[in-house]
């Protein structure tokens, strides 16, 4: 079975097509190797765009790259 993310395998679901799987993981990894983190991220936040107009349900997450301090300031995350 191709790597599929930690909660796709916690909820049991099995990849009816690894070589598919594979060849996007890979076209990411190209993505990040030649044109950075910024426009994988750009790219994947579209596909999720189009995703959700087509009806796939996926959940919304309200993390950002920001820590939130006390006292309103908030400082971006070292990655």
Avoid: C, F
Avoid at 47 to 70: F, V
């Amino acid at each position: 079975m191709a790597a599929l993310p930690e909660n796709a395998l916690s909820a049991g679901i099995t990849d009816a097509d690894p070589q598919e799987t594979q060849e996007w993981q890979d076209a990411l990894s190209g993505v990040i190797d030649r044109e950075g983190a910024e426009r994988a991220h750009y790219l994947i936040e579209g596909l999720i765009a189009q995703a959700r107009q087509e009806g796939i349900d996926i959940p919304y997450s309200a993390t950002t790259e920001y820590e939130h301090h006390p006292g309103g300031s908030a400082a971006k995350i070292p990655r």
